[in-house]
């Protein structure tokens, strides 16, 4: 897979961050987030792919119990 920056925030985009994905033994690009002392609630992300800079084009939510 190509690199990638994770853009995500806690707040709906209140205040978002970027992480760049980091490539494991098997060339799988991932990126971690730690959820540990998270308040419940929920995460939204995107994509922004390093090839040509291209954004996913559409948001992903994930809940945080």
Same mark, same amino acid.
């Given at each position: 897979e190509d690199p990638f920056r994770l853009?995500?925030?806690r707040e709906g985009w !209140?205040?978002?961050q970027d992480?760049?994905?980091r490539t494991n033994l098997l060339g799988v690009?991932?990126?971690d987030l730690e959820t540990a002392g998270m !308040?419940?609630?929920g995460i939204v992300f995107t994509f922004v792919w390093d090839s040509g800079?291209?954004?996913e084009g559409r948001?992903?939510?994930v809940a945080v119990v």
């Open positions: 853009h995500w925030s !209140t205040s978002p992480f760049d994905s690009h991932y990126v !308040t419940p609630g800079r291209r954004w948001d992903f939510h």
